[in-house]
């Protein structure tokens, strides 16, 4: 009777090995897929924020090339990006605002020109 008893808790002791086991196994599944989506959704944050730098960057230059330059809206990545430009008196205030996916990012830009020199003043993510 005493060996039959010993191959039934053999068989116990096992299933409990197998049942942590398996408890710890889908515990780190499910980790893993969350900082999985995590990093996912950061870097399309990051992406929709340099498509909204771009934007303005392109401003600048347009604005360089043609003092009259109101903006524009621009594809880029996947996302987009709507450029609006208001000058007065050789100050341009440039804002660039980018949408991917259901990340929003928007950035404003004060530059000032002189003498056929474009000089930054201000640069900030609203």
Sequence with gaps: MKHLTQ?????????????????ITSGAIIVIL??????????QAGTCKV???TGAENALLRILR????????????GGSTTVQ????????????????DSYHSTIQVVANETNDVMSVSSWKEL
């Design 85 to 100: 430009v208001a000058s007065s008196g050789g100050t341009f205030t440039i804002t660039s605002s980018a949408t991917l």
């Design 34 to 43: 969350l900082n999985s989506r995590n990093v996912t959704q950061i870097s």
């Design 7 to 23: 191959k039934g808790q053999a068989l116990i002791t096992l299933l409990l090995f197998v049942i942590i086991s398996v408890t």
């Design 66 to 77: 043609d003092p009259s330059y109101t903006g524009e809206v621009m594809s880029l990545d």
């Design 51 to 53: 498509i909204a730098e």
